[in-house]
Nanobody, 124 residues
Framework: QVQLVESGGGLVQAGGSLRLSCAASGRTFSSYAMGWFRQAPGKERELLAA????????WYADSVKGRFTISRDNDKNTVYLQMNSLKPEDTAVYYC?????????????????WGQGTKVTVSS
């Protein structure tokens, strides 16, 4: 069974930065692409960023491109989301999830094994 645990959320002022971490249990982490999502109150969950199993490729949603960076450390079974230039509209619960294969997909329903989420609040 795969377990994902997100951390690093919190309250930050607009323009600030946060680094989210997602620690995975099990020995299969390095065999799968990973994604970061968020869900704001009253809105659908959206994919923000994804990364291939070996970091050979990344993808970003237009809403975060140039501000957020996804990375991973397979030795530590951890994927990260560096968030810079945060805006109040970035306020949401952030989740990591495992893709169904080594290569990233932008289809939300392709992801399984979700973490419990970490809350990010950006004040204006």
């Amino acid at each position: 069974q795969v377990q994902l645990v997100e951390s690093g959320g919190g309250l930050v002022q607009a323009g600030g930065s946060l680094r989210l971490s997602c620690a995975a249990s099990g020995r299969t982490f390095s065999s799968y692409a990973m994604g970061w999502f968020r869900q704001a109150p009253g809105k659908e969950r959206e994919l923000l960023a994804a990364i291939n199993w070996n970091s050979s490729g990344t993808w970003y949603a237009d809403s975060v491109k140039g501000r957020f960076t996804i990375s991973r450390d397979n030795d530590k079974n951890t994927v990260y989301l560096q968030m810079n230039s945060l805006k109040p509209e970035d306020t949401a619960v952030y989740y990591c999830a495992r893709a169904p294969s080594r290569y990233m997909t932008t289809t939300l329903h392709g992801y399984g094994y979700w973490g419990q989420g970490t809350k990010v609040t950006v004040s204006s």
